[in-house]
C-alpha cells in the first residue's frame, strides 16, 4: 500500500523558514519523481516544486526560486521542501506527490501558514 506521509508545516512569520518532509513507502522511492503541490483558500491546486528520480535538475514555481529547495534522501524514502523567506501568500495546504510508473499518488497534506 502506498503512503506518503507529510509532516513539518506550521505557524511561522514572515520572513522565517520551515522545512517539510514527506516519508513514503509502498513503491520504489528511487524511481519516483517526487513534487511538492500547494493549495491556497479558494485557489486551485498548484506545483510548488519537483524533483526527477535520476539525474536532471530540480524545478520550480517562479513563485518560489531563490526562496525553496527541494531535495530527497533515498535511503530514507523521504523528501523535503526547505522554504525560507517565507511570505503570506505561502500559506496554502501543502502536498506531497508521487508519480511511479505513470501513477500518481497523494499525501494527506501540512498545513503551513505565514503570519505575524
Known amino acids: 500500500q502506498v503512503q506518503l506521509v507529510a509532516s513539518g508545516g506550521g505557524l511561522v512569520q514572515p520572513g522565517g523558514s520551515l522545512r517539510l518532509s514527506c516519508a513514503a513507502s509502498g513503491f520504489t522511492f528511487s524511481s519516483a519523481a517526487m513534487s511538492w503541490y500547494r493549495q491556497a483558500p479558494g485557489k486551485e491546486r498548484e506545483l510548488v516544486a519537483t524533483i526527477p528520480s535520476v539525474g536532471g535538475s530540480a524545478n520550480y514555481a517562479d513563485s518560489v526560486k531563490g526562496r525553496f529547495t527541494i531535495s530527497r534522501d533515498n535511503a530514507k524514502n523521504t523528501v523535503y521542501l526547505q522554504m525560507n523567506s517565507l511570505k503570506p501568500e505561502d500559506t496554502a495546504v501543502y502536498y506531497c506527490?508521487?508519480?511511479?510508473?505513470?501513477?500518481?499518488?497523494w499525501g494527506q497534506g501540512t498545513q503551513v501558514t505565514v503570519s505575524r
Open positions: 506527490h508521487a508519480r511511479f510508473l505513470y501513477f500518481d499518488y
